[in-house]
């Protein structure tokens, strides 16, 4: 806006220098005589009047507006100038005067201010207007955001089950703030090489969305951890692609967890890794369950080496099917005490009762 102001200055400079010059011609045409001109100072002579018009034109315009290359002392360079006849006074002041209907220059553009967002447009421009439309402030589904998010419709094409994600605590959310490119790709690729097929990288992502927002240099380590256990790269993929949840394990978690398998059922580490590997799920699942059947199981070895030892001390442990008195395995966990005692044992049950006090 200042470069505006300067030139509507500089017009009505040139404006008020134009009239200055001319103010004493229009005062002769319409004072003519004394009578109608008093109390005005007498007019020069003809003969003095052209040069005090001059000198009062040149003395305005070159205060104003005269070109850095003019002589000090006020005189301009062109020798036609010194005596203007009444064309070159007409062309003098027609150079004067400026033009209204100019074009702003075009280094003034710059201070134009921009369009404001409530200009009023045409109809035609208003119908050349794209709107894209909006989003959904608030959904349930994220099949909603599907057609807005570039990395919901890559990942529908990988395969993925967005109505199965949204069930899952804050997947849906993880996943509208995810960008495909910069984090979802260097993790597609990871999986890729630990083992997962490409046909189900889909579903593993359905069941475990929440490995997108891992680290990956976290997730390398894990993998490294498995490895020093002597786990292959196969049996790895095997593991990872059986429980989609083991990589989101820290290093300390998976450690108790094999160690829990090792110690509480006193497996050897060969013993240990192959149940990981046939029930991988053992890693990632509760373990209250587990001790509740451990502890059934421990309970049933108990009660089977018992049984065993009373049926050895009376000479009745007889196990081959091809022999007479064949005892099966069923008869020998499942039958209750009494049963047990006087069908198989062929003793009563306080002599089982005083055997088991001998032990």
Same mark, same amino acid.
């Given at each position: ?32 005589? $004394? ?5 005005? #100072? ?13 000198? *009062? ?8 507006? @005269?070109?850095?290359?003019? *002589?000090?002392?006020? +005189?301009? @360079?062109?020798?036609? @100038? ?13 150079? #004067? ?19 404001? *967002? ?21 959904? +349930?589904?994220?099949?909603?955001? =599907? ?32 960008? /495909? ?12 090489? =630990?083992? =997962? ?20 240099? #976290? ?21 990872? +692609?059986? *429980? ?39 890693? #990632? ?27 050895? /001390? ?27 005692? $006087? ?8 002599? /089982? ?7």
């Amino acid at each position: 806006m200042a470069s505006w102001a300067r030139q509507v200055s500089r017009w009505c400079c040139l404006l008020q220098s134009a009239r200055a010059a001319e103010f004493p011609g229009r005062l002769s045409g319409h004072c003519s005589s $004394t009578q109608a001109c008093r109390g005005f #100072t007498p007019l020069p002579s003809r003969n003095d009047f052209l040069p005090w018009r001059w000198q *009062a034109y040149r003395r305005v315009c070159v205060g104003s507006c @005269s070109p850095s290359g003019s *002589a000090k002392d006020g +005189s301009f @360079s062109s020798p036609e @100038s010194t005596l203007p006849s009444p064309v070159k006074q007409e062309q003098a002041k027609a150079e #004067t005067l400026p033009d209204l209907n100019a074009k702003i220059p075009y280094e003034d553009w710059d201070d134009i201010p921009p369009s404001s *967002a409530l200009e009023e447009i045409s109809e035609e421009e208003a119908v050349q207007i794209i709107a894209e439309p909006l989003l959904p402030l608030q959904s +349930s589904t994220l099949r909603d955001y =599907v057609d807005h998010s570039e990395t919901l419709a890559k990942l529908v094409h990988l395969g993925v089950d967005l109505s199965q994600v949204e069930k899952r605590q804050k997947a849906g959310q993880l996943l509208l703030t995810l960008d /495909f490119e910069k984090d979802i790709r260097k993790i597609l690729l990871f999986l890729k090489d =630990v083992g =997962v097929e490409d046909n189900q990288l889909g579903p593993f992502l359905t069941k475990n969305p929440y490995i997108l927002a891992e680290d990956l240099e #976290t997730l390398e380590t894990r993998v490294a951890y498995l490895k020093s256990k002597k786990f292959g790269k196969a049996e790895i993929a095997q593991m990872v +692609s059986r *429980a989609p949840y083991l990589l989101l394990f820290s290093v300390e978690r998976l450690d108790n967890r094999l160690g829990f398998f090792k110690n509480e059922l006193g497996l050897s580490v060969k013993k240990t890794k192959d149940l990981v590997l046939r029930l991988p799920r053992l890693l #990632t699942g509760k373990l209250e369950p587990v001790k509740e059947n451990l502890q059934v199981f421990n309970s049933k070895l108990l009660r089977i080496k018992e049984r065993h030892m009373f049926l050895t /001390f009376l000479g009745r442990a007889q196990y081959d099917p091809a022999q007479p008195s064949y005892i099966s395995l069923d008869q020998l966990v499942s039958l209750p005490d009494e049963v047990f005692c $006087t069908e198989i044992a062929k003793a009563s049950i306080q002599d /089982f009762e005083k055997f088991l006090k001998t032990l």
